[in-house]
């Protein structure tokens, strides 16, 4: 008997041919699908955050305002490219992307006149800022980050919540911020203030969130918060800091921050380090006593939450004025 013959089963395959090229042609057709899936997620993420973006609640609402078809940008405070990538987290990349959305705002009044700032909020000159520091104007005049002067015409106010929609005549073109979601803030998480402190346009401060929900108590009727070098008279914690908050006030849940803020700050953006807008920065702390020229900063600043604001837009452009 031959003993090669009767070590082989004949019910096995004969071995496959030699083919020195098939493993790179196996490996590369995995590779690819596993790319095209990888793609396919993202793609999905994508399309829902944009679809996200338009039904509202605290996350976001944008895309397009339904309003008049301005680009108000809304979106979730992680999930936007406002800074650059490469800049991302730096105040310097912040203050850069973001600075060309915020306006110097003075309010003239038969009580004085007073210098606050603004957020533009959509291309044609939708801009969020403070009720106090609109209130009871007779002319308002916006100058944007590239020394451009509009007149403006108020919109809507809110006194309760210290919130004001105002409109440049004739604009076009302008940088709109993302608004982003102030639910997600915790202290310590880093900000950026933007304003014009007394009269300085595009002052860029920084810092972090101090804390949250903090009762923050400002007068209403108009011509108080007109203090003579634009001071910004509040009550925090039953005390009156720099001047008397009269017998009219609201009270509402503020951010607390220590990124400096100082007179004409009020109504600017406080913005975290994506490039988002996430309060409305809207009074300081000053010590009881001390005149509006004594007034600065002490590391004690408030903000009103994006998500108040994004609540009160609608009611704001429909004309409201209480």
Known sequence: MDMTESNVNPEWPPPPAYQPHQPTALLTEPVSRRRAKKRGPVALLT?????????????????????????AVVAGSTSTDVVPASQKGTVAGVAKAVSPSIVEINATSNAGSSTGSGVII?????IITNNHVVSGASRITVTTSDGKEYTAQVVGTDSGKDLALI??????????ATLG???????G???????????????????????????????TEEGQQQQPGGGWPFEFGGQEFNGDTGSSTTTYKAIQTDASLNPGNSGGALIDMNGDIIGINSAMYSASGSSSSDAGSVGLGFAIPVNTVKADLAKLRAGATD
């Not at 399309?47 to 680009?71: C, D, F, M, N, P």
């Not at 959509?122 to 939708?126: K, V, Y």
């Not at 409109?167 to 709109?176: F, H, I, Q, V, Y």
């Open 167 to 176: 409109k440049l005549d004739n604009a076009s073109g302008l940088k709109a």
């Open 47 to 71: 399309a829902v955050a944009i679809v996200a973006a338009a039904v509202g609640g605290g996350t976001a609402y944008g895309i397009q305002e339904l309003t008049g078809g301005t680009s």
């Open 189 to 219: 998480d880093q900000v950026v203030a933007i304003g014009s402190p007394e009269g300085l346009t595009g002052t860029v401060t920084s810092g972090i969130v101090s804390a949250l929900d903090r009762d923050v108590t400002v007068p």
């Open 181 to 187: 979601d102030s639910s997600g803030l915790r202290v």
């Open 122 to 126: 959509t291309g044609d000159g939708e």
